[in-house]
């Protein structure tokens, strides 16, 4: 009878620890990204003159054109976060990783002098810390905190001739929503988006001089805001 009892017993320990609400969660996000900072930088490269078209020929039999400013986005969003939660529908969330990835290359022709080319990166990593409102399930809910963003703008100056590195602190707000389409006691697996709106990064004039040329790339305001939607998961402990 007593191993009986006690076997019951550790029973239903475990049906309620299995079913209790777990406090804490930990995820991963990775997606496609958007951000306004490329698009920035590629009408400061026209008002300042890189955006002129290139023309290569080849032994006098062909030539090939090729027109800037030129745009490319070369990598996906990460993002690692831990949340707790306040109660079965509040929890505190807080997050990093890599929220946008762009590169403007420029191109100033000068006729007879030497020609000049400025190529612009920007690496926008944000942390923020979010209020998050979930169903009872944990299966949906949206976010809204402060954030900051870190934002890198690598400058390459004439294909490697020099190169500068600068670095800006963006104060901000982030807000989010997300659904787990698979949302266990346990573990969860679901997708999100999000948009982060901060101070504009204010780039600073870039002077290219030569011995035969001279070109100015204008002070411009850049990285504005930036936003992703991502696959998510994580466990629940």
């Not at 777990?22 to 930088?41: P, Q």
């Not at 002077?207 to 504005?224: D, M, Q, R």
Request: charged share 15%; proline share 2%; glycine share 10%.
């Amino acid at each position: 009878m007593k191993s009986t009892f006690l076997f019951t017993w550790l029973l239903l320990i475990s049906c309620f620890i299995c079913t209790a609400q777990k406090k804490n969660y930990i995820g991963v996000e990775t997606g496609a990204y958007f951000g306004n900072a490329n698009s920035n930088i590629e009408s400061g490269m026209v008002s300042s003159g890189f955006g002129d078209r290139q023309t290569a020929s080849f032994l006098g039999l062909f030539t090939i054109d090729t027109e800037y400013p030129r745009k490319r986005a070369g990598k996906t969003s990460y993002r690692v976060k831990y949340g707790h939660y306040l109660n079965k529908k509040t929890a505190i969330e807080a997050g990093v990783g890599l929220s946008y990835h762009g590169t403007v290359e420029g191109y100033d022709e000068k006729n007879f002098a030497q020609s000049n080319y400025l190529t612009l990166t920007s690496n926008i990593h944000t942390l923020y810390i979010a209020w998050v409102k979930t169903d009872s399930l944990g299966k949906a809910g949206f976010g809204i905190g402060p954030a900051l963003s870190f934002y890198k703008l690598s400058a390459d100056i004439n294909q490697g001739t020099s190169r500068e590195t600068t670095n800006y602190l963006l104060p901000g707000v982030m807000i989010k929503g997300f659904w787990n389409f698979l949302s266990y006691p346990s573990w969860f697996l679901g997708m999100g988006t999000e948009l982060s709106v901060t101070a504009a990064a204010k780039i600073k004039a870039i002077k290219i001089t030569t011995p035969t040329s001279e070109s100015t790339f204008k002070s411009t305001k850049a990285g504005s805001f930036n936003g992703n939607i991502s696959i998510t998961a994580g466990f629940r402990f």
